[in-house]
């Protein structure tokens, strides 16, 4: 699910929000700025300042092994108006091209609620991130492996 942005945005939280909807892969703070700089944008603390209220807002997430941000895809109660998507982002990384893909599932939720409370641990936030390959790039790899093992 991909939310219209809330009206209340300021010109460069739109903007980047924008651009890392568009781009398709995590993008790092530097590389949104490189990219906003014909919009206006000149220095690393508005790009941040950005990021930190989409993050706030629930529109962005953080992917910690790769200190890059992509765009959220689901809804995780961020809004009082939307139907929240049970559980903790999950993120799927390619290692190869960079895909990334957010999975949700309401029973990994559950359990990692649980594990947090009888810690007495109280959860604000979490988020899984998967590295490995994603399914075009495995294809590829065994089509690779295939090609040279053919003499």
Do not use: W
């Amino acid at each position: 699910m991909t939310a219209a942005p809330p009206k209340s945005l300021t010109r460069n939280q739109s903007l980047v929000l924008s651009a890392l909807r568009a781009g398709g892969t995590p993008q790092g703070a530097y590389a949104l700025l490189d990219g906003l700089r014909d919009q206006g944008l000149r220095a690393p603390v508005q790009v941040y300042r950005a990021l930190e209220r989409l993050q706030a807002l629930g529109l962005v997430h953080r992917l910690e092994s790769l200190n890059a941000f992509v765009a959220c895809s689901h809804d995780h109660g961020g809004t009082e108006d939307a139907e929240a998507t049970p559980g903790p982002a999950v993120f799927v990384i390619c290692e190869h091209c960079a895909a990334t893909r957010e999975l949700t599932d309401p029973i990994i939720g559950g359990r990692i609620e649980r594990l947090a409370r009888t810690e007495g641990f109280g959860l604000h936030t979490s988020s899984i991130e998967l590295r490995g390959l994603c399914a075009v790039c495995t294809a590829r790899e065994a089509e690779e492996t295939e090609t040279t093992a053919d003499p």
